[in-house]
């Protein structure tokens, strides 16, 4: 019989990837640019794990039924206009019965079809193997600051002012504060940010330094690898600096919406009691109820962001040396010109400039 399987670093090879598991499976991490065409739906899984702790054979029976049907379906509208020589590259769990079957009828009507030996687990091994070394092959430049100071607007400026920048907070869909959680986007699974930050080291060019902000190990429910972490924390830093009242403004700016549910900030703040006292967040409520939202704001930065900022700050980046401080005006619409005046102040490379190695 033909061996149809073949291995990861293969994957390139394909006109298209198949991802043959659940949406659930695929929703919570896939291979890149995959295509999901489940030979079992979420529903027809559990059915089947079912059946078969009854009765291995008739799970197996019920199963090929399914399979089939699906894979028909999939036939019929996804990959009907699929040219005779498509070569998809195709995946499951473990490179086991789900991909199987798809390779094996897909390779009988005539395409070059192949299995990903291992599958999907293969996969995660080779991401958990990749983060643990890619992270240190990159210098880091790192934005340090107080909350408000708007380290990430600036980290956005630098992206479009041509610097390679690392932006934490956008992959993990969080700003990393309790009152982090964007009110638009839904955190990825660990297992999908593990994905994506492989794939922003991909496009990195170890020659230059890369601007990230300063994080803590979790960002909302994400862990940064230690690797990561590491490397970050011997980064040159850039100290970034506001002045008061441009934070507060735009603290106002960034965080507007959670206004729109007053109690569910209040609970937000509620779960710091035991980081403050129960007086200080009944005064943070009674705010919230005023609608005093500058004046919350100007609270939280002297009782709990610059208190907060200062212990981290202190324990990851105090041995650094001196940052390089760099006045920033986040509300201004001139973010992209300060970015570039930073820039110039570290003499950082353009692509492609013979100095980017030094």
């Known amino acids: ?31 890149p640019g995959a295509i999901n065409a489940p030979v079992l739906g979420n529903e027809e899984r559990v059915v089947i794990g079912t059946l078969y702790r009854e009765s ?31 070569k998809p590259l195709i995946y499951c769990w473990r490179g086991g019965k789900r991909s199987g079957a798809m390779t094996t009828w897909f390779d009988l009507i005539g395409w070059r079809a192949r299995q990903l030996e291992g599958g999907y687990k293969t996969y995660r091994s080779w991401v958990r193997d990749t983060l643990a070394a890619q ?3 990159f210098r880091y430049i790192v934005l340090t600051g ?6 990430t607007r600036l980290l956005q400026a630098l992206a479009a002012a041509g610097a390679q920048t ?16 964007l009110p638009t986007r839904a955190q990825p699974s660990q297992k999908g940010f593990d994905t994506a930050l492989v794939n922003a080291f991909a496009r990195f060019d170890p020659a230059r330094p890369v601007f990230v902000e300063a994080e803590s190990r979790k960002i909302g429910s994400i862990t940064l690898p230690d690797t990561l972490l590491h490397s970050i924390h011997g980064g040159d830093c850039v100290a970034v600096h506001a002045e008061r009242a441009s934070r507060i403004a735009f603290l106002l700016q960034d965080y507007h919406h959670l206004f729109d549910a007053p109690d569910a900030l209040k609970g937000q703040l509620a779960r710091l009691v035991g980081l403050h006292s129960k007086d200080t967040i009944a005064h943070w409520h009674a705010l919230i109820d005023q609608g005093a939202r500058a004046a919350l704001f100007d609270a939280l930065i002297d009782q709990h962001y610059d208190p907060a900022y200062s212990r981290s700050s202190h324990a990851h ?14 509300n201004a619409p ?6 570039q005046d930073l820039l110039a102040a570290l003499r950082y490379p353009a692509a492609g400039d013979p100095a980017a190695a030094g």
């Open 334 to 339: 001139d973010s992209v010109t300060q970015a």
């Open 135 to 137: 992270p240190a092959a």
């Open 317 to 330: 980046f105090s041995a650094r040396g001196a940052a390089l401080p760099f006045r920033f005006e986040p």
């Open 166 to 181: 690392l932006d934490l907070e956008d992959l993990a869909a969080h700003r990393g504060s309790l009152l982090g959680a």
């Open 1 to 31: 019989m033909k061996d149809l399987r073949v291995t990861l670093d293969r994957r390139h090879e394909f006109d298209d990837i198949i991802d043959a598991r659940t949406p659930l499976e695929f929703a919570e991490d896939h291979l």
């Open 146 to 151: 107080h909350t408000g100071s708007g380290k």
């Open 56 to 86: 291995p054979f008739e799970a197996t029976r019920l199963g090929a039924a399914m399979v089939a049907r699906n894979i028909a379906r999939h036939l019929d509208t996804l990959f009907a206009d699929r040219p005779r020589q498509w």
